[in-house]
């Protein structure tokens, strides 16, 4: 099992940038790495999602590097709309079907003015 | 617009009082899960569905049923619920049967509490 591991809890202040680091040993091969941000009292939403190397998109980067054993989530110049909890997703392989899909803990990031 | 509903929203009962969360999306998805969220513990998948009439237990399945007649539609049942099934509850789907790298969809939530 792809087990993820990340810190409980994460403080920042507005205008900083925040890297948020993933740990999953046992990503297997075909997996992906997806990072989602969940709000108080909603259903979490997709920010994005890497294989390998770099990523970057509108609202974040995701660093991955060459053995896939970890990944880094960066928020740049956060506001305190981004106070939310940030989940790691890698999935599960079982036989080469990769469908129960294992969330971490998840990281509560709070941003202060 | 594209999304995940369920219902209802929040939900409280009686131990042992059989109940039905719904959930319907409407993105012709193949793939609907269901999870539930408690503190400190994040997001445990229930089940999950690879397409109709395919089920099968996620990491915490004990005391829950699923059921996938019509592709849209993925309700979670509680034959008998209990106190420690007391949770907030989210469903999800993702288009394609394996594989992650298909972005999941979460409904608003379900908030039950079982007396």
């Known amino acids: 099992l792809a087990k993820t591991t990340q810190p409980i809890s994460m403080d920042s202040y507005e205008g900083q940038e925040v890297n948020i680091t993933c740990s999953h040993n046992?990503?297997?091969?075909?997996?992906?790495i997806t990072w989602y941000q969940q709000f108080p009292s909603q259903g979490p939403r997709f920010i994005i999602q890497?294989?390998?190397t770099k990523v970057t998109n509108e609202v974040a980067s995701l660093f991955i590097p060459a053995d896939r054993k970890s990944s880094t989530l960066s928020l740049p110049r956060v506001s305190l709309s981004d106070t939310a909890v940030y989940y790691c997703?890698?999935?599960?392989?079982?036989?080469?079907?990769?469908?129960?899909?294992?969330f971490g803990t998840g990281t509560l990031l709070a941003v202060q003015p | 617009e594209a999304q995940v509903t369920q219902n209802p929203r929040y939900l409280i009962t009686v131990t042992g009082k059989k109940l039905t969360v719904t959930c319907s999306q409407n993105?012709?998805?193949?793939?609907m899960s269901w999870y539930r969220q408690d503190p400190g513990l994040g997001l445990r998948q229930i089940y999950y569905?690879?397409?109709?009439?395919?089920?099968d237990k996620g990491d915490v399945p004990e005391g829950y049923k699923v059921s996938r007649k019509e592709k849209r539609n993925f309700p979670l049942i509680l034959e008998s619920p209990s106190p420690n099934q007391t949770s907030l509850y989210f469903c999800?789907?993702?288009?394609?049967?394996?594989?992650?790298?298909?972005?999941?969809?979460f409904g608003s939530g379900t908030q039950l509490s079982v007396l």
């Open positions: 993105m012709n998805h193949e793939y």
């Open positions: 999800a789907s993702r288009s394609g049967g394996t594989g992650t790298r298909e972005k999941l969809f």
């Open positions: 997703l890698v999935g599960a392989s079982y036989g080469g079907a990769t469908n129960k899909l294992i």
């Open positions: 890497g294989y390998k």
């Open positions: 046992n990503i297997a091969t075909n997996d992906y």
């Open positions: 569905s690879m397409n109709v009439e395919v089920t």
